[in-house]
């Protein structure tokens, strides 16, 4: 068995065997990809057969495929470049997306965290002015999917153009860039086993695109910038990989099963509606994320809080709040997500942190109001 744990691959995906060996290959055959000699024509080499790698993930042309330093540069380089000023997100972007553009609009979803497409629809009738729509394929805390394609017809009927954040969904369930009808795609390596700091926006053959910055002509005018040739091997390496797809679900269902046998209280967000197979947000009544995600660590098991920790204050999830969620309730979530090198073992691991943590908990909220009682 292994010394931990890792069940937070939405977070961060262990990078694959493969992904490494392409980097270090990369990093070995050195080389500026724009250099017209020798050398820089193999590091032009190997940015080129990513390209194809990464682009056949996604179902796209290598033309339409632009590297980036990440899914939050590849959102950015979407909402400041597709050329609308009137832009709507919903209230589960992340936050690449809904802090982009200070002026979004922001559209509802439902308790089950799924796009209100009636208020899309209302947003989209309620301005002449054309818009863009960016809505996530996949959401990072709880997994579900969203009606893209229903998107895409409201959009069009608008004539708006539409961006899907598909970072958390690629190698996850198919995807398909055509097939979606969307206009950008933003993906993420190290979502796919992939090394951090390099992403990638790939859009529509035709879809607008303003460039955010000025320098060489790298990416074919779209991305200034040299670039990151070992990054960009490892991406491509991970994306083939990924292509095959993420066979986890039995284990996810698995492990949400056995949760809520030993705490019936708990409550798994988003379980009534379609979601990525690898993914679980789920409460554990009483007992505040960041115990679990603590105590769960001491036990070597990794796993992230449903609330975000920033300065050392705990803040309520925007996505659990947009849900609806109660606010108690919100604070005792978190998620865990597997990926490609998960194993039984993992969830058998977690479960019994689990069950020993619960029961800690409650055999001490127990104690402490006998001995109240005995005060009284």
């Not at 940015?47 to 056949?56: C, L, Y």
């Not at 958390?168 to 979502?191: E, N, T």
Request: contains cysteine; hydrophobic residues 45%; neutral net charge.
């Amino acid at each position: 068995m292994s010394a931990r744990a890792y069940l937070d691959h939405n977070a961060t995906s262990p990078l694959r065997p493969a992904a490494l060996d392409a980097m270090v290959d990369a990093l070995r055959a050195g080389g500026n990809p724009s250099s017209i000699h020798g050398v820089g024509r193999k590091a032009r080499a190997i940015v080129d057969k990513a390209r194809r790698e990464v682009a056949a993930v996604v179902g796209a042309l290598p033309a339409e495929t632009i590297f980036t330093s990440g899914g939050t540069e590849a959102n950015n380089l979407a909402l400041s470049g597709a050329g609308r000023r009137r832009v709507l997100v919903s209230a589960i972007e992340h936050d690449s997306v809904r802090r982009a553009g200070p002026q979004a609009e922001i559209l509802p979803v439902d308790g089950d965290g799924v796009l209100d497409l009636a208020a899309l629809e209302r947003a989209l009738a309620a301005s002449a002015e054309p818009a863009l729509v960016s809505v996530m394929l996949a959401n990072n805390e709880t997994g579900v999917l969203q009606p893209i394609a229903e998107v895409v017809r409201l959009a069009q009927a608008a004539g708006a153009l539409v961006h899907c954040d598909a970072v958390q969904g690629v190698g996850r369930v198919p995807v398909d860039l055509h097939g979606l009808g969307v206009d950008y795609l933003s993906l993420s390596a190290h979502k796919l086993g992939g090394p951090t700091g390099v992403g990638a926006l790939v859009l529509r053959s035709g879809a607008p695109l303003q460039p955010d910055r000025r320098g060489g002509g790298q990416e074919s005018n779209r991305r200034a910038g040299t670039e990151n040739v070992a990054g960009i091997a490892g991406f491509g390496a991970a994306a083939a990989q990924a292509a095959c797809g993420l066979d986890v679900t039995a284990l996810r269902d698995q492990l949400e099963v056995a949760l809520v046998q030993i705490a019936p209280g708990a409550k798994v967000f988003g379980v009534k509606t379609p979601r990525i197979g690898n993914t679980t947000c789920i409460s554990m009544p009483g007992v505040p994320a960041e115990t679990q995600v603590m105590a769960f660590d001491l036990v070597g098991v990794c796993i992230s809080a449903g609330a975000a920790c920033s300065s050392g204050k705990v803040q309520r999830s925007p996505v659990l709040e947009a849900m609806g969620v109660p606010a108690a309730e919100a604070g005792c979530a978190t998620r865990i997500s597997l990926g490609w090198n998960s194993e039984a073992a993992d969830i058998e691991r977690l479960i019994a942190a689990w069950q020993n943590l619960y029961i800690r908990v409650r055999q001490s909220d127990i104690s402490h109001t006998d001995s109240r009682a005995r005060a009284a």
